[in-house]
């Protein structure tokens, strides 16, 4: 990086949460840009912006809180840096933090290798739910007891992330074997919503494993769970052993 | 603020993005777009009894807003960073009592899942179903464009035809190039504006705001629009439509902070526009012969705006556009000033294409630093001298290899010659030249470089089919027939070219139809249609366009596609834009013809030299040029 590195947080949020990976670094450029921070840029063939990123968020994904380090010819007060960021930020991409890394920090991707999600999920019963016809069978009951008295999609879901042991996905048409005690750190239901769950996910050097994915694989085939939204609302540096 | 009887669509269309491509496409949202406050229903008093004869100032205000969307009949890759969407959006949003937003046509994918959920069609900004709106202008960049006006009229619920549209549907306008000939899309539109949009489309909108706070009917609001000059209302107009022509392009607002998109669109940059026009005179070419007369926005001005637009937008690349920028007589010194104050930064300053000569190299040299990475492009046309004067087109080989020369000498490895098939006159000496010159290209190239670079050199050959196209000098010419535009193909094929020559030629399929359309009259509609209904979509895409669709609607229709593109005009023959007026008159058209076929004559640039009579320089429209040309 150069001389000065800026690790600013920000946030992405409302319709922004379907901008790719890619999108959100080319948005923070313009921002970066729009300030007049003094940025440092890559010498020689293609002068660009010297700036590294947090892990990609899917397609889809809000975040409370991503990181990208901006590197800087010259030292800026870091409030005076915010300052300048929030006046040209976009609204659904805002600038929440901005200080300066310590000179031997790692690298942000290896540093923040675990995040916290929420997943929030639509009522169990009602119409939203039950769009697809794949629900038919759990939604076209209206008895009320049948639904208090068997556990509901949700809690099905978070007993399955408590103890399936492995999981099973395709990439690149292989399949491939998850062993989610590696990957899946927490999972717990949201005290604040009976529809919601909170899940942390671990990124390891051999591979890391994407919230929808293991929803999706979890849900499979029986579980007609409709996601309402996905945010990734933590990340932390937990050491491997 | 938008009127609350028009609900905002957006939670069951975010429902449809997790399962469509690019979702990024759909949401609006970004940077310098408008804002639409959805009218809140707490603002209304509704503890009291409703009262006929007191009605709320911000209800009030909402009834009589003009809704306007503006569409590009594509995706929004493409759409986005139109020139004409970006110019009008800023008009629009300077005329009090206007709302405006746009719309783009979704891709095959979201389109099926839209009929699926039975939803309609919705602007970008509000998310309210387009057919809400007073006003829809469409812009038409091409002639393949009839069925995607056709799917997004149809997915809004709007009728096809403005003949069957009713009292409460939007009225529809069309504008952009393909307007100048306007006959095979006049029915799809209730008024349509010819030439320069930005003094009628605003005029289009006082006009609009004013007949619908009177609360005047359909046709009324139509008669209105009818008497702003340069606007064609089908139903209504007799006689000629004036094409209108911005006098004053030098001192018209530059838009310095249009909407950035997030998603990367075919034009992702700040685009300034610095020269209205070109008098170059190729007879082939509608833009150039179109958008007369010469105009230059001042080295001032334009470096002003780059400066400013880059500041807002945070773009990192900005283009100086025109049919020709290195014919601005300031552009040397607009080079200078933009790239000192842009060097050692990550930020490009780009020119579409570049004169073939030394000086066109220079002028790309003084903009690309020391690292001569990319591509420059260059369009000789044509392989012989006898046909570049046939088309106007007033190089020599010397020049062509020259600027080879020049730009290989520089530092690139890299450049795109473009040539055409099936100009009119061409023999097979003409296609085989296209590689004989391509190969003398590639030698010049060759000597240019050092030897350790000689590997690296490359040069691609990109080769299109001539459309005759209405209000050129080669309207009167019919297009060469497909067969025989693949045979010439496969001519320029076997002749030799140099490995190290890649060559690419367009699919004549399309090309047919273009032709078809760009000289077509009122009947055309209706092969529009019927290729819609029978599945084409996004003609203007080479993976989607299938000629099958088109001559299937054709047989039904009794039209016959390759005698409509072939059959060349009589000189003195009336035509279905003949009523589209000041542009390059009759007689230049007619004279430009003949000189072309019986002398292979050239005509000079008139901003170089001596008044070439096209007949567009007349009471306030002139040449204005920021100074003397080279």
Not at chain 2, 606 to 615: A, E, I, V
Request: charged share 25%.
């Amino acid at each position: 990086m150069a001389d000065f590195s800026l690790r600013m947080g920000f946030a992405k949020q409302g319709p922004v949460i379907w901008l790719s990976h890619l999108e959100v670094v080319r948005a923070m450029e313009r921002c970066v840009r729009r300030s007049g921070l003094p940025y440092a840029v890559s010498q020689g063939f293609n002068p660009h912006m010297k700036h590294s990123f947090t892990a990609a968020l899917p397609v889809g994904t809000g975040s409370n809180g991503e990181y990208m380090e901006l590197g800087l010819a010259s030292l800026v007060e870091p409030q005076q840096a915010l300052c300048a960021l929030q006046a040209v930020q976009h609204e659904h991409l805002p600038v929440l933090s901005a200080e300066y890394a310590p000179r031997d920090a790692p690298s942000l991707q290896l540093y923040y290798n675990e995040a916290g999600y929420r997943v929030v999920f639509a009522e169990a019963s009602g119409e939203a739910g039950c769009s697809s016809s794949a629900c038919a069978p759990e939604c076209s009951t209206d008895s009320p007891e049948s639904q208090t008295q068997a556990a509901s999609p949700v809690e099905e879901l978070l007993r399955r992330l408590h103890t399936r042991q492995s999981m099973e996905i395709l990439k690149k048409g292989k399949p491939r074997i998850y062993d989610l005690s590696l990957y899946l750190t927490g999972a717990e239901r949201d005290a604040s919503d009976p529809n919601a769950l909170l899940l942390t996910i671990l990124s390891r050097p051999e591979g890391s494993l994407r919230p929808e994915i293991l929803l999706a694989a979890l849900s499979r085939p029986d579980l007609s769970l409709k996601l309402v939204s996905l945010t990734r609302v933590s990340l932390q540096h937990k050491e491997l052993a | 603020m938008i009127n609350p009887e028009s609900p905002s669509l957006r939670p069951r269309l975010e429902q449809l993005l997790a399962r469509v491509e690019k979702p990024s496409r759909y949401i609006g949202a970004e940077l310098f777009a408008e804002k639409p406050e959805p009218l809140r229903v707490e603002h209304l008093d509704t503890t009291r009894p409703a009262r006929d004869d007191v009605c709320s100032p911000a209800l009030q205000q909402a009834a009589e807003n003009l809704d306007v969307a503006l569409i590009y009949p594509d995706i929004y890759d493409i759409g986005a960073s139109n020139q004409a969407l970006v110019i009008l959006y800023a008009v629009a949003r300077h005329v009090p009592g206007v709302g405006v937003e746009r719309a783009f046509l979704p891709w095959l994918d979201l389109a099926a899942e839209l009929r699926a959920d039975d939803l309609p069609l919705c602007s970008l900004e509000s998310q309210r179903p387009l057919r809400d709106f007073d006003l829809l202008g469409i812009t038409m960049p091409h002639e393949l464009v009839a069925t995607n006006i056709c799917e997004l009229l149809d997915l809004s619920g709007i009728a096809l035809a403005a003949g069957d549209r009713g009292e409460d549907e939007p009225l529809v306008l069309g504008g952009g190039p393909v307007a100048n000939s306007p006959a095979p899309f006049a029915a799809f539109f209730d008024a349509l504006c010819i030439g320069e949009g930005e003094e009628a489309f605003a005029e289009v909108l006082a006009s609009l705001r004013e007949t619908k706070r009177q609360g005047l009917s359909r046709a009324e609001r139509l008669k209105a629009l009818a008497d702003i000059e340069g606007l064609y209302v089908p139903s209504l107009t007799q006689g000629t439509v004036r094409r209108r022509v911005l006098a004053d392009f030098a001192s018209y607002p530059v838009v310095t902070a249009p909407v950035v998109p997030f998603v990367e669109t075919i034009q992702d940059r700040l685009s300034i526009e610095i020269v209205r026009g070109c008098a170059r005179g190729c007879r082939f070419c509608a833009a150039g012969m179109l958008n007369r007369p010469v105009r230059e926005r001042s080295a001032n001005t334009i470096v002003a705006a780059a400066t400013q637009g880059l500041a807002r937008t945070g773009l990192n690349e900005v283009a100086l556009s025109s049919l020709s920028t290195t014919d601005h007589s300031h552009i040397a010194q607009i080079l200078r000033r933009l790239s000192g104050r842009y060097d050692a930064t990550d930020i490009q300053i780009s020119l579409p294409s570049q004169r073939l000569d030394a000086f066109g190299v220079a002028m790309a040299g003084v903009v690309s630093g020391t690292q001569k990475k990319g591509s420059l492009t260059f369009a000789p046309e044509a392989g012989t001298q006898r046909l570049r004067d046939v088309i106007n087109k007033n190089v020599s080989e010397a020049d062509v290899l020259g600027a080879l020369h020049a730009a290989y000498e520089a530092g690139w490895r890299r450049t795109k010659l473009y040539f055409m098939l099936g100009l009119p006159t061409e023999t097979d000496e003409d296609v085989v030249a296209i590689a004989e010159l391509a190969n003398l290209a590639y030698a010049t190239a060759k000597d240019a470089v050092p030897d350790e670079d000689r590997g690296k050199v490359r040069m691609s050959i990109s080769v299109a089919v001539f459309v005759p196209k209405a209000h050129t000098p080669f309207q009167f010419c019919g297009q060469v027939p497909r067969e025989e535009l693949l045979r010439r193909v496969q001519l320029l094929k076997a002749a030799r070219l140099s490995k190290g020559i890649d060559l690419r030629w367009h699919d004549p399929s399309a090309s047919l139809v273009e032709a078809v359309f760009s000289r077509g009259d009122s009947s055309l509609a209706a092969l529009g249609i019927r290729a819609w209904e029978l599945g084409a979509r996004f003609d203007a895409w080479s993976d989607q366009f299938d000629l099958a669709i088109w001559e299937e609607a054709a047989g039904e229709l009794g039209l016959d596609l390759q005698e409509l593109a072939s059959r060349p005009l009589a000189l003195d023959e009336a035509l279905p834009w003949d009523f589209i007026a000041g542009g390059v008159s009759r007689q230049y058209l007619v004279r430009e013809y003949e000189r072309a076929l019986s002398s292979a004559e050239t005509t000079p640039d008139c901003t170089r030299g001596p008044c070439g009579s096209c007949g567009v320089c007349a009471g306030s429209v002139q040449t204005v040029l920021a100074g003397a040309r080279g």
